[in-house]
């Protein structure tokens, strides 16, 4: 994916980790300390990965305070896997976070033709399906797992 890769240090992933936003909880291990540092590991396993045709991008409060990470990187030909985690700033920011990510996808499709990427939401879950529509993901059902739905961001070929 294009260029941004700002950097993001470990204590701004931890920030997020330790005030996270209570909606995207269940999505990270952060119960305890040693899962906290699991999921540092692992989120500064997936910005590595970014930075090898990826992208990843923190937007952070008037404070300076991190208020969420998103990035994005290649699984596979013309497959991509994005994660994002906020912190509890969402609640004050989430708006105009949300359609700054919904502009930096826009921006980003032309660069990666015939691409798509995919998340799961709990079919009861329906902030966060309405948000991945907001965003231009499409459901498509036949990749459901169960209480898992399955939406999809592509890329037109043209």
Known sequence: MAEQHPEISPADILYILENPWEKLQWEWKLANEE????????????LKMAKQGGYSKIWKTP??????????FKVEDKKYETFFVSSNHMETYGMELSFDLRRIARELVPLFKGCSTG??????????????????YKHKPESDRGNMQYFEYASPTK
């Open 35 to 46: 899962e906290r540092q699991e999921t540092l590991r692992f989120i500064q396993h997936r």
């Open 63 to 72: 404070n300076d305070e991190p208020l969420a990470i998103f990035g994005g």
């Open 119 to 136: 998340q799961y939401a709990k079919a009861e879950d329906t902030d966060r399906i309405s948000w991945y529509r907001f965003l231009g």
